[in-house]
């Protein structure tokens, strides 16, 4: 239902790049003339929105691309690939063990099936079907941790239980309690902090996980929580690691990951063979997971700094704009410029100033009127009609930088200016 609302939203953007403004278009850097997609008709942009999964997520590093290239022209065995590339990627992240996942999302749902199933070849076969296998069947969350990407537990056949309090949690605790988790980027929302929440684990002995996945970049956070001692720790590839889009990690306990792989391919037969990651993408992740490490970050963020600056320069000036250049203390962190304007000055909704970037030429894809804490939320406009209704005539665009290429902030910084002086009243 979501992904098909995503769906139609998308075929709905119009779609307005014709032969002479692919030449034009492919002087800047995010196309280049021979490029299927132009080929197909499927529109590309400037991405000044996010990292954001139905808009593709990030652009892969040109090491990760040549590594995928490169070994696309060999086999090998998949079980002896991931054993290796786990080793490696477990050394660098403070973990036992770590895996390659198809996202974090199947990091999610094949970490709890390791839990449930240990290495009994028989349950790894019964999952999702629990009742009468004598596993467990449930996972407790804090009630404000509880969001959508919980859906990935659900695959497994658990439930999920929510408390609010340390008291609830303690209570909520029984012998079908498989797991407990905890999601970063609500750390702020919910009464039990991580070292509680990692306390009572150890207490009754439950394993604790944490989903981390949009939570990168600081870079830090790539071993801070197997560090502080979860159990399984949850990564996406594809966002700011700039990954494969469909991989991710699976990192923690030893026992559990090796579990965890029984329901993974190449074994078939099993809840996670849907979760498919091709050797290509495997080394294409551990090669971005390297660079990302060696990266020097601050030097990335003064970019990122220099290049918000600048667009926020081209507009801040125009009557009846204020701006605002906002850190979420919480996931996706990276500079956010919010624009807001007074319509009487502007005549132009938020909606109506995407939609202009959209299509104009480069096309640009603009952040939705609000601080895009949640990658879902951020696509909204196309996926909760609910939360759509409530923006409807919001006179706010938010821009990152972080996923521009090179020189795409100036174009960006242009074209915001000249859609604003055309609207001027
Ligand atoms: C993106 C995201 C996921 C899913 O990650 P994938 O790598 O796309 O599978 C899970 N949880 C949170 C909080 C996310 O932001």
Redesign the pocket.
Known sequence: MKRRSILKGLTLAPLVIGASSIKSIAATASVNENNLLNELGVRTFINAAG?L?YMS?SLMHPEVVKTIKDSSTHFCMMDELQDKVGENIAAMVHSEAATV????????TLGLAGILTGNDLKKVEQLPHLAGTGMKSEVICQKSHD?R?NH?FLNTGCTIVTVETLEELEKAINEKTAMLHF???AADKGKINHADWLAVGKKYKIPVSI?????VPPVSNIWKFNDMGFDLV??????AIRGP????LLMGRKNIIEAARLSAPPRGFNVGRAHKVNKEEILGMYVALKKYIATDHEKEWSQWESEINFIENEVKNIKGISTKIVIPTL??ITPNLIINWNPTHINLTGKDLREALRNGNPSIEAGFAGLPL???QAGSESIDPTIAATLKGENRVTITVWMLQQGEYKIVGKKLKEAFNNALV
């Open positions: 990292t999964t997520g996942t198809s996202g974090a999302f199947s990091a999610m969001e990407y990935a999601l970063n980027i989903d981390i996945a949009a939570d949850f990564l996406s590839g594809g966002k889009q469909s991989a991710g996931g996706n949640y990658p879902n």
